[in-house]
């Protein structure tokens, strides 16, 4: 699309609240290990349009941002460990602001780091914002090309992005539940839930987003199912063993047609019918 043409209007994102196929199984790992998988959210079309004029960014006046706008919050440790690794390997070549965050120290002036109150009145960490997005984010423009640094430096590398990346970064929009749950016997099981982080994971501020991608039909034209695509960003978050079974699971289900398909992935699936039929005429 070249830049005189106007872009398209974005499709009208899907309701909320629908029908959505569950399926749960024991880890095979671990006998007190139960997984609930969202198989809608599973085996729907939803992919990365980053980049692409299918993304218009959550803000409506910063669309090359993409979902890079507020920045990262880190969960732990480990994640800021995680993160402090990817740093250490990127470059003035993959990253447009490494001199102005790649200082000694990460929550310094010239870090990569600032701290925030934002999470139920606690300090909490979160990457530095830099001329009002992520301080990780190329912009347009950047002979590297636009998008997070630290992704596009992994994928150069050989690297899944989700060993350089927070958690927050490359689980979206994978959202993991983790609950103790006692059953009626009184045995415990740990239960791991795996579903579509909507708008509502973001409390109420997600409902103040102008555009949200995993609702859009627009970004479900995915090549391959989620389960598919997300295969290394599952297996991080259930296992090996855990991720063959849910695959097994995603393929037979696929295979005798899944009853409640997600709304976005019907909705784009039904237009590229469409399209199709009036190129033919």
Known sequence: MSPEQPQPSPAREVDLDFAREWYEFVDPADPEHLVSADLTWLLSRWTCVFGTPACRGIIADRPTDGCCTHGAYLTDDDDRDRLAAGVAMLTPDDWQFHDEGAGDDPLGPGGYLEENEDIDGEPALKTRLHDGACIFLNRPGFAAGQGCSL??????????????????????????????????????????????????????????????????PDAHIGATQVYESYRPELIELIGEQAYAVLADACRRRDGLGLIAVHPATAAATSRRETDLKYEQM
Do not use: N
């Open 151 to 216: 992704h596009s430096m992994a994928l150069r590398k050989g690297l899944e992005p989700l060993t350089v990346k927070p958690d927050v970064c490359w689980q979206l929009p994978m959202r993991r539940e983790q609950d103790w749950v006692t059953r009626p016997d009184g045995t415990e099981v740990l239960k791991t839930t795996l579903t579509e982080f909507d708008r509502r994971g973001w409390g109420e501020g997600g409902h103040d987003l102008d555009w949200y991608c995993s609702g859009s």
